[in-house]
């Protein structure tokens, strides 16, 4: 019945993604014959270079799409900028197991949608296919370059072609720019931003910087609580009097959840990290015939911190609420746990040391005003006895978990 629970609220959930995600925000595109249109287009805040868009002309027109072949230029205002030029890029792999063993760059012309960084006398632009960053530049009226920074091997050695910095210093020149500057700088957003920044002001030119400045904090600190319905299940594969159900629990949980928003797609996603205290308690009587008295009691008590490792996706109901789902791996780590066997007069069976193994979580809830938050989550089945052979376990939770962010 938990499971059914769970998976119906999910996929409730699921059944407004579209809702939730589509965001039409004031924007513009300009076609082939120059015309420029003024409209609503779906900002998803694209982690890679799109090739298309959608948008609508008012709020309730019908969604329109516009792709690379019959768009130069797009942007949301005050958000972001997109020109198509043809340019030569080198695709080359950056993984540490597909190095290229040669220096120079492998250029291949391609159609693309460059993101705008900076606008002026030297404008700085942006391409990012999935594992690949590519950072292209313009000085005044001539055409659209790549700056080249490539990763090669030589002798099973890693090496570096960080030709782009000999590209700016030999071409864009300012007395307020050094050569010990530009070897400084890395083939990063931020510090190819900041030179391009600099020598725009040095070169007096009007320009615009299109990186957008964060809205909020990129880190959330919050302190978690919340009940845990759990059960736990033993299995000897030996003697089925061995075999014990536990029972239905309900005990508290406390933690402090730390969550890194990435800064893409509309800060839509983020990364978090939950230690927790969980524990669960039980007592049980069995009748049989492996003591005098024919009876024994079994006592679990297992206590641990759980360290969800996960990540998070949002869906924007409004400005001050929001709904989520995330999944989690967890790692679990106790502290003086054990399942014990007695006789009813006290004296020690059996006794055996809870070690669990990893599992996951599945969640979704509701966070306002990025303060409080609401969340279901369900634990698949745990197995905590894992240095015994002929054991099997099944420790299954659902949690109800509330939060509140410090900041």
């Known amino acids: 019945m938990k499971k059914q629970i769970f998976f119906l609220a999910l996929l409730s959930i699921l059944s407004i993604k579209s809702y939730s ?4 925000e004031k924007g513009y595109f300009i076609n082939e014959t120059n015309q420029i249109t003024e409209c ?3 900002n998803i805040d694209w982690k890679n270079n799109p090739i298309e868009f959608e948008y609508k002309l008012s709020q309730n027109e019908a969604i329109q799409k516009e792709t690379i072949k019959t768009v130069k230029e797009f942007g949301i205002t005050g958000f972001n900028r997109y020109i198509r030029a043809i340019v030569k890029i080198d695709r080359s792999s950056d ?5 290229s063993s040669v220096q120079n760059p492998n250029f291949q012309e391609e159609q693309l949608f460059l993101k705008v960084l900076v606008d002026g006398e030297a404008s700085l632009f942006l391409y990012v296919d999935g594992d690949l960053t590519r950072f292209f530049y313009k000085l005044n009226d001539s055409v659209i370059s ?47 931003i900041r030179f391009f920044v600099k020598y725009n002001e040095c070169a007096s030119s009007k320009y615009i910087n299109y990186k957008p400045t964060q809205n909020k904090d990129l ?36 933690g402090i959840e730390t969550e890194f928003i990435l800064p893409f797609n509309k800060n839509k996603w983020s990364v ?16 049989t015939a492996i003591v005098y008295d024919g009876i ?33 791996y967890i790692f679990d780590f106790t502290n003086n746990s054990s399942i014990e066997f007695r006789g009813i007069d006290g004296s020690l069976i059996n006794s055996l040391i809870v070690k669990p193994r990893r599992n996951f979580g599945l969640g979704f809830g509701y966070k306002y005003e990025d303060r409080c938050s609401l969340e279901i989550r369900y634990l698949t089945s745990r197995e905590i006895l894992s240095d015994y052979l ?15 962010s410090f900041f």
């Open 219 to 254: 880190f959330n600190l919050s302190f978690k609580t919340g009940l845990n319905f759990s059960n736990l299940t033993i299995q000897n594969s030996i003697s089925d009097q061995m075999n014990i159900d536990f029972g239905n629990k309900i005990n508290f949980e406390f």
């Open 146 to 192: 790549q700056l080249v920074y490539k990763r090669y091997l030589i002798n099973q050695n890693i090496a570096q072609n960080n030709l782009f910095r000999q590209q700016l210093f030999l071409e864009l020149k300012c007395k307020e720019i050094t050569l010990n500057n530009v070897n400084n700088i890395k083939y990063y957003q931020r510090d190819l």
């Open 40 to 42: 609503l287009i779906k």
């Open 296 to 328: 024994f009691v079994s006592n679990i008590n297992y206590q641990s911190i759980e360290l969800p490792v996960g990540v998070r996706h949002y869906f924007f109901l409004n400005n001050k609420s929001k709904i989520f789902t995330n999944i989690s």
């Open 390 to 404: 002929y054991f099997k376990s099944k420790y299954k939770t659902l949690s109800i978990i509330f939060g509140y």
């Open 272 to 287: 978090i990290i939950e230690p927790t205290y969980q524990y669960y308690k039980s007592e049980k009587k069995m009748e």
């Open 95 to 99: 993984d540490i197991d597909n190095l």
């Open 21 to 24: 995600q589509i965001v039409f």
